[in-house]
């Protein structure tokens, strides 16, 4: 098992930052994919960015120049940096982490961005 525990949330400004992590614990292997997703009402969950282990990247197209993933191994953390957000970022995000065929999820936190 692997718990998921995300941070940093909260309300900003449109073209404001913010700073999501999400610690992993328990049964953490050396080869995998942390990504971070996001759900906003009304909508499909989407993925945002991911990063693999040896640092590959991934992002969706409406985040790309203004997220930036990216992981602590030593720690088991994962970060995403969120600049010049906009209202349509606003969603719940959550951590992810997959191992082969196994996928765990942080419980989420709330983005707001609203003037």
């Known amino acids: 098992q692997v718990q998921l525990v995300e941070s940093g949330g909260g309300w900003v400004q449109p073209g404001g930052s913010l700073r999501l992590s999400c610690a992993a614990s328990?049964?953490?292997?050396?080869?995998?994919?942390m990504a971070w997703y996001r759900q906003a009402p009304g909508k499909q969950r989407e993925l945002v960015a991911s990063?693999?282990?040896?640092?590959?990247?991934n992002y969706a197209d409406s985040v790309k120049g203004r997220f930036t993933i990216s992981r602590d191994n030593a720690k088991y953390t994962v970060y995403l940096q969120m600049n010049s957000l906009k209202t349509e970022d606003t969603a719940v995000y959550y951590c992810n982490y997959v191992y082969g065929v196994s996928s765990y999820w942080g419980q989420g936190t709330q983005v707001t961005v609203s003037s």
């Open positions: 328990g049964s953490i292997y050396r080869i995998n994919t």
């Open positions: 990063i693999t282990s040896g640092g590959s990247t």
